[in-house]
């Protein structure tokens, strides 16, 4: 009962989901107040800690990212220059089958072609080409065999850094192929703020959108720092300080506010089979919904309330999944500082269940980063921090999940 308490936790009303004006959005609202009852039934999940087997005595540096292939193998990208000094590691990136057996490994600094100076996102495309990104100031998306030829670039270090630019990023977080159009969308990311699509043969610009469908645009230079009156309140200059110092911003949120008119940072992006393209907007707390073109289709909120210091760095939404069913029934969401995965009905937006909680024992999530699922329903979840390690969660089947 303990170890079910700890894979499961219940909604309880903390996330909170705004569905903005679609058909796709609402067609199953119905189902989702009762309907055939499904919206009561979950995925079951339950972690293998035995998951992956590291060969050599190796250890893992910060885990950015996995992603399964056509096989339901995974490929585990790691910053293998952030082991500790007592450590030692292999390449950076790991290829694991479905028990968890090490299968091979490749790429980092000095194999004879470009790396990034930070890695940060990996896919394995329909074709079997691996995409690798970094979020470092080299601003590149490379693309590689699955035996680690170099196969191309897209972006380079030293270039103006805007999100205007067609063929640079700005620190890019994440990548995906959608098989249909041959198109590979990137969230940029750290530094922009936009989904930027390209030609995933030849790397040839295609079209990009921010928040909303808007036209993604640079911040302001930042304003000089007021100059603090002399004497304010008293010595020092400390007046009101108290009171700043109990204010908690998230309260005063109005529950229907849209939220930033920009990404804020854009961490991770998927595309459905359906063809909607789904946005991780990790410090905007929200996932965004769009079609291919990029035209705003819903959002739904996640932990907004979240806070820091007191929940982390207040950052929640960086990275999604989806069921393995066909129809991928269900939305997986990571949510960094509170610690958990929520599942949510994919169609609808509405939040059904998470689970997850802070701490580094197996189920728990120390700064959980990115996931992925494979095409039996698992699902794979890295951490970065001290975290440092994939975590497997079986998928068990669909149950109702056990009440408080």
């Avoid at 996995?66 to 950076?92: C, F, I, M, Y």
């Avoid at 969230?187 to 928040?211: E, L, P, Q, S």
């Avoid at 806070?307 to 990571?334: I, K, M």
Wanted: aromatic share 10%; net charge positive; glycine share 12%.
């Amino acid at each position: 009962m303990k170890k079910n308490r700890l894979i499961f936790a219940g909604v309880a009303g903390v996330a909170v989901a705004v569905v903005m004006g679609n058909g796709v959005a609402r067609s199953r609202a119905a189902e989702t107040q009762g309907g055939r009852g499904s919206v009561r039934a979950v995925p079951k999940f339950e972690v293998d800690p035995a998951w992956p087997r590291i060969p050599n005595g190796w250890a893992l540096g910060q885990v950015a990212s996995a992603a399964a292939d056509e096989q339901d193998h995974v490929w585990v990208l790691h910053r293998s220059r952030n082991v500790r000094r007592d450590q030692k590691t292999g390449p950076p990136v790991m290829e694991f089958d479905t028990a968890g057996n090490y299968v091979q490994g490749w790429g980092g600094v000095g194999s004879g072609h470009p790396w990034p100076s930070s890695e940060h996102g990996i896919y394995v495309d329909y074709k079997g080409f691996v995409w690798i990104g970094g979020q470092g100031d080299d601003d590149q998306i490379l693309k590689f065999t699955k035996t680690g030829k170099f196969v191309m670039q897209i972006g380079r270090n030293g270039q103006k850094k805007t999100n205007q630019s067609t063929t640079n990023f700005w620190k890019p977080a994440d990548v995906f192929v959608y098989p249909k159009t041959n198109e590979l969308f990137v969230a940029d990311g750290y530094g922009n703020k936009r989904i930027i699509v390209f030609d995933a043969d030849t790397g040839a610009f295609k079209r990009m959108w921010g928040a909303f469908g808007n036209v993604p645009t640079d911040d302001p230079p930042p304003a000089p720092a007021a100059t603090e009156q002399q004497g304010r309140g008293g010595r020092g200059g400390r007046g009101g300080r108290a009171d700043e110092l109990s204010r908690i911003p998230a309260k005063e949120i109005d529950a229907k506010d849209p939220g930033p008119s920009q990404f804020s940072t854009i961490h991770g992006v998927k595309v459905s089979n359906d063809g909607h393209v789904y946005a991780a907007d990790r410090a905007g707390k929200r996932v965004q919904v769009f079609t291919l073109e990029g035209k705003f289709v819903a959002q739904a909120f996640v932990d907004r309330w979240c806070e820091e210091p007191h929940c982390g760095n207040g950052e929640t939404v960086a990275s999604v999944a989806f069921s393995g069913d066909a129809e991928q029934r269900f939305l997986y969401v990571a949510s960094r500082s509170p610690a958990r995965v929520w599942v949510y009905d994919r169609t609808t937006l509405q939040p059904l269940h998470s689970f997850g909680r802070p701490g580094v024992a197996p189920g728990e999530f120390y700064v959980l980063h990115h996931m992925t699922s494979d095409s039996k329903g698992n699902l794979y979840t890295s951490e970065v921090q001290d975290g440092r390690r994939v975590q497997k969660f079986v998928f068990r089947g669909i149950m109702s999940p056990p009440t408080e």
